[in-house]
């Protein structure tokens, strides 16, 4: 016969009797995946003898569980929500939390304003975790999330020694097969399109870009480099101004899909022909990569990857308190078409 709890069990009452985190009971409430069985039995075990009623009102009030986790975009520039990336990864990220029972909630921080703003709105309890991207070198919100003791992954990250946790892609060893794939080609006068320099992102697909280039005994002066930001028209004009400098290129790695699209039409209003003058490649392989004239190699990124990770390390972030930041870096995937 199961044992009447007095008074309102709550979810850490719940996680204790089961010897589990509170946050491993409300996924097996939400019936989650992820969960191991015997400890999904422990879970339900302790449900029936505590006497706990999960609904909602009541998770979220006796358990201190918004069951929302924030989406920060810290992307000062509104352009660029038009951008894929940031509805691929929207998409990844409401895929991969669909099973937890959590809302995601997208919010805009652009100013020292809404930074504090957010902070206190999470720290009130509105939010259990938080993801961001698009996060520039001097953010100091990761900081004063993580001194909040507030779960935080990133996408991406401010530099090398990034002391919270993140998923990334792998943009070094990414530029560097893309570059290396020109040279194969027979490509030797190679530029580059980056997106902003203030973000860690382009400066680690411009370091892939100097190794491949140094690798095969070539020192890429600075006037093959014009820095974009990730959009078609600033595809547009770096590629103009790269003409400007260089009629003799014959190859550009570009920061995006969208920024190698504006490069082709500035390569067409040009007069070159894609790929037998010029051979570009873009950064992504987002479905506009096969929508292009001709059709864009590119390096895909795996973004339905980066996704799943990022919500997973959040989870483990807001179950258990880390003995240590979680790092993953994803590998990346040349995808040869017709463009180089």
Not at 27 to 48: C, D, F, H, L
Not at 90 to 117: F, H, K, N, P, Y
Request: include cysteine.
């Amino acid at each position: 016969m199961s044992k009447r709890h007095p008074g309102s069990p709550t979810l850490e009452e719940v996680a204790a009797h089961a010897g589990v985190g509170r946050g491993t009971v409300s996924r097996v409430v939400n019936n989650a995946a992820g969960v191991k069985e015997s400890t999904r039995r422990a879970v339900q075990q302790a449900i029936a003898e505590l006497g706990y009623v999960p609904n909602l009102a009541a998770r979220s009030l006796a358990g201190r569980r918004a069951d929302a986790v924030a989406l920060v975009m810290t992307e000062p520039d509104w352009r660029k929500f038009a951008e894929p990336f940031f509805s691929e990864i929207v998409r990844s990220l409401g895929d991969a939390l669909t099973d937890t029972g959590m809302q995601l909630l997208l919010t805009l921080v652009r100013s020292d304003t809404e930074r504090e703003r957010f902070l206190e709105y999470a720290r009130g309890g509105r939010v259990d975790g938080v993801l961001m991207m698009s996060v520039h070198a001097d953010d100091p919100l990761p900081d004063m999330l993580a001194e909040a003791r507030l779960p935080t992954v990133l996408l991406g990250r401010r530099s090398a020694d990034e002391h919270v946790s993140y998923v990334d892609a792998d943009n070094v060893g990414g530029a560097r097969s893309a570059v290396t794939h020109l040279l194969d080609k027979g490509r030797r006068t190679i530029a580059t399109i980056t997106g902003p320099l203030d973000m860690y992102v382009t400066r680690c697909r411009l370091r892939g870009y100097r190794e491949a280039l140094a690798h095969a005994g070539l020192d890429a002066p600075p006037s093959w480099v014009a820095e974009g930001d990730f959009t078609a028209e600033s595809g547009r004009r770096a590629m103009a101004r790269l003409l400007g400098r260089h009629p003799d290129i014959d190859g550009v790695l570009a920061a995006s899909d969208t920024t190698a699209a504006g490069a082709l039409e500035a390569l067409r209003a040009a007069g070159r022909r894609v790929p037998q003058d010029v051979a570009v490649i873009g950064f992504d392989d987002f479905p506009l990569a096969e929508r292009t004239e001709p059709r864009l190699t590119t390096v895909r990124q795996p973004l339905e990857e980066i996704g799943r990770a990022m919500v997973r390390l959040l989870l483990e972030e807001m179950e258990e308190s880390p003995v240590a930041w979680r790092h993953v870096i994803l590998r990346t995937e040349l995808v040869v078409r017709e463009s180089a």
